[in-house]
């Protein structure tokens, strides 16, 4: 029994250290996703000047905005090109990239 004691203290640690992950997810996302590529990598230089700078937007707006975008409730005249790159995230990853754009200076 005792052997198991330092399989518990890893994962203490682990579930301590779980809300910093999720913060560096949001920015890691956003490269990995090629989220950048449209909107820019600082979020607010985006590749066409129609499509939205993202950097200190509200992070439960722009998260409901790309869940309505992925399930095709908002569809918009550009909203094709961000469709095609929701396929990419599930609901958990949108809400950290969510959070990581809403602190980006605007
Ligand atoms: C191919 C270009 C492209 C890529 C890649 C892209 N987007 Fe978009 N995004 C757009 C366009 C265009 C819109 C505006 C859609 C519309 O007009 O309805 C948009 C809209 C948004 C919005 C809503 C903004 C608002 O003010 O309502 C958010 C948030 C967003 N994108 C985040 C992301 C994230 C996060 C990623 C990466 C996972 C991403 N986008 C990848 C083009 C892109």
Known sequence: MKSLLPVFA??????AAAP???QEDGA????????W???GKDAKTPLLPEYPKI?????????RQMLDIKS?????????????IM??????EIKAIAEYV???KP
């Open 28 to 35: 890691k996302l956003y490269q990995e996703k090629t989220c």
């Open 102 to 104: 809403s602190k980006l």
């Open 55 to 63: 950097a200190g937007q509200n992070a439960q707006y722009a998260e």
């Open 87 to 92: 396929v990419l995230v599930n609901e958990k």
């Open 10 to 15: 890893a994962l203490a640690a682990l579930a």
């Open 72 to 84: 095709g409730a908002r569809a918009n005249g550009n909203s094709a090109a961000m469709n095609g």
């Open 37 to 39: 590529s449209c909107h």
């Open 20 to 22: 910093a992950f999720a």
